[in-house]
């Protein structure tokens, strides 16, 4: 016991420290700041008073305001987390890694610190984005419990699509490469049930949208932010998708971060 205590003693410190370092440099890049600040809030009014007017909530008859925020609210945490492929391939790729391998810290705290930066760093864009949908007129009638659900299903999203972004992030060669992946999770949302009902779509779509992750965490932030509609299963649901996507990507990306490093 004595000697397994310091050593996951110092694995915590070399973690915190990677994540601080993470942080430190999303501050240092100004106009990155300035876009994980401004692109939750863009969004929302975007939505709302660009689309809003024009958008039928279908059978589901709640105001457009409060049918599209939870897509908005998971599109604007995803998009950040993408980025994490991007800050992972230039580590790889910018002699970063040569420089962790002179230190005395285990390999898979690397894309563990990314992650958990990306985590936390993506937790508060959402609540931005939150706080943008207020201001535009968006009523949440919520318990204590529901904002409790809130936040970890949020924060569970955000770690499964930060985790998909490492694996992404160590399986390509540049960080041109790595950027792909924010354009296929901000586009995700959209064929869901969260920016229009997926019941107006062709048949191809609509079967799309009813199975992937996304459709039933709209689902579930809407039960859980607004009165009066009903969750089913789709907490189960959202729930289950979200702790098999990291239970899968967190093994993958440590292994392929295992291989990139020794050769």
Do not use: K
Request: aromatic residues 8%.
């Amino acid at each position: 016991m004595s000697a397994v205590a310091p050593v996951r003693g110092a694995a915590a410190g070399d973690l915190y420290r990677l994540v601080v370092r993470d942080l430190r440099r999303e501050l240092r890049v100004v106009d990155g700041l300035i876009v994980n600040i401004a692109l939750p809030v863009i969004i929302m009014v975007v939505f709302v008073y660009v689309f809003g007017g024009a958008i039928s909530t279908g059978s589901s008859g709640l105001a457009y305001i409060d049918f599209v925020v939870p897509a908005v609210l998971l599109m604007s945490g995803g998009y950040g987390a993408a980025t994490t492929a991007i800050t992972i391939a230039d580590d790889m790729t910018g002699g970063m890694m040569d420089r962790f391998r002179t230190l005395p810290i285990g390999g898979w705290l690397v894309p563990a610190g990314h992650v958990l930066a990306s985590v936390l760093r993506n937790v508060v864009a959402c609540g931005l984005a939150l706080a943008a949908a207020v201001l535009l007129g968006f009523r949440p009638h919520a318990t204590l419990t529901d904002w409790l659900l809130v936040a970890a299903l949020l924060t569970g999203y955000v770690l499964a699509m930060s985790s998909l972004a490492a694996v992404w992030g160590l399986l390509v060669r540049s960080t041109q490469a790595a950027g792909a992946f924010s354009f296929v999770v901000l586009f995700l949302p959209y064929v869901s049930d969260g920016v229009v009902p997926a019941e107006t779509m062709p048949d191809v779509l609509r079967d799309f949208a009813a199975n992937q992750p996304l459709t039933p965490a709209v689902a579930t932030l809407r039960s859980l932010l607004l009165d009066g509609v009903p969750m089913g299963s789709s907490g189960v649901v959202a729930a289950a998708w979200l702790a098999g996507l990291v239970a899968l990507s967190l093994p993958v990306a440590a292994v392929l971060f295992r291989r990139r490093t020794s050769s």
